[in-house]
Structure formats: C-alpha cells, structure tokens
C-alpha cells in the first residue's frame, strides 16, 4: 500500500513569490494534518482536516497561508506571497480517524527555501 | 497546553552500545506518548505509542520505551544499536483525540563505528 505522497519534494523561490505544496493521503484516511517543521525543531501543526472540513485551523497564518482539500481526499497548501521566514519542511501526514489512538503516518515532507 | 523537552540535543554512541533517550512532557491529564524517527530526507516513522496499560512499550527496529508518570518521563532504549539508527528522533504527546500533538525538538543520534 502506497504511503502517504507529497509533492514537490523540493522548493526554491524568491521572496513574495507563491508557492503550492501537494498531498495525498493514505488511502480510507478521513483525517490530514499538514506541519512545518522548521530546522532543528519538531513539527508544528498548521491545519488538520477531517474530510474536507478544516478543524483545527488555529496555528494557520492566515494572512499568507491557505489551504483546502476538495473532495476530502487530496489537499493543497498554499503560501502567497512567500516571506525568509517561511523556510522550512512541510509535511503532511494522515491517520484513519482523529481519535487519540490513531497513528499518524508521515508523508517525506516538501523542502521549501524562500531566497 | 501540553509540551515536550527532550534534553539531549545531540547524542553519540558507538555501535553495539545501549542507547537511551530522553523525553519529558508536561500535560495535566493522561498522556498519549509516542516516538518517532526521521531519518535524513525522510518523513517521521512511529518507533512506539504509549495510551495505557502495561508501562513498559515494545516497538519496531528492537526500540522499547518507559512510561513514569512520577517523573513525567518516556525515555526511549535500545540495548545495542546498529549503524543504521543513525537519525533524528522525536518525542510527541497528545490528547485523547489526537487533534493536537506537540513535538519534541528532537534528539539527533550519531552512531560510531
């Protein structure tokens, strides 16, 4: 069975430029998370979706970033425009439900340098 | 809200040796614990969970991890490591429903010839 997929698996482009990250879950997964973890560091939550509804949107900054998933499926994460800062790994990861028992599996995360 | 530290930054053993990493957390009520790997390029792979029961956990790759409620701790073991646990590894905590898990910085692991 196919993990969880992300593309592209490497970004670089220039400040104030937009950039789109891909995911696809793991298939009969309803619920995605997406994370940026940034160097030496955990990942972060950003959002995580159960189906196709945001739930958890609080960590998302909203100003630049945004996020959907159509379908409950396949999702897209989007940054315009790009800032230094955002120089980071995002990753995606999937899990069968949202209940505190469910493992979260990791997709390989998209390397993202902002110039 | 919950937390992780995990003290050790960086951790270097020789190969054959034991190994234990490091992780508090801080949460106010049962915590779901868990450890990851990540290798470089990689995505974060489950090692072990913790949610109840039996305090002493068995995971993949020969890992095993203690629960110590006293101590706010899940130190992660490995009784003789191999080249190829050369990695990064995160200690996460969440609640019940896993809508909110807290990372570790990570403890990144070197592995000596």
């Known amino acids: 069975e196919a993990g969880v997929v992300q593309s592209p698996r490497y970004k670089i482009i220039e400040k104030k430029q937009p950039v789109a990250f891909w995911c696809n879950p793991i298939?009969?997964?309803?619920?995605l998370y997406w994370y940026r973890q940034n160097l030496g560091q955990g990942p972060e939550l950003l959002i995580r979706y159960e189906n196709e509804e945001a739930v958890d949107d609080s960590q998302l900054p909203k100003d630049r970033f945004s996020a959907e998933r159509l379908k409950g499926v396949d999702s897209t994460l989007k940054i315009q425009p790009a800032e230094l800062g955002d120089s980071a790994v995002y990753l995606c990861?999937?899990?069968?439900?949202?209940?505190?028992?469910?493992?979260?599996?990791f997709g390989p995360g998209t390397r993202l340098l902002v110039l | 809200a919950q937390s992780v530290t995990q003290p050790d930054i960086h951790i270097t053993v020789s190969e054959g040796a034991s190994l234990e990493l490091r992780c508090n957390y801080s949460?106010?009520?049962?915590?779901?614990l868990f450890w990851y790997v990540q290798s470089p390029g990689q995505g974060l792979q489950l090692l072990l969970k913790y949610f109840s029961g039996d305090t002493l956990v068995q995971g993949i790759k020969g890992f095993e991890a203690e629960f110590k409620r006293s101590q706010s701790s899940f130190n992660l073991r490995k009784p003789s490591v191999h080249w190829s646990d050369a990695a990064e590894y995160f200690c996460a905590v969440a609640k019940y429903n896993n809508n909110d898990m807290r990372f570790g910085a990570g403890t990144r692991l070197t592995v000596k010839p």
């Open positions: 298939s009969g997964h309803n619920t």
């Open positions: 949460y106010g009520a049962t915590p779901y």
């Open positions: 990861a999937s899990s069968l439900e949202s209940s505190g028992q469910e493992t979260q599996y």
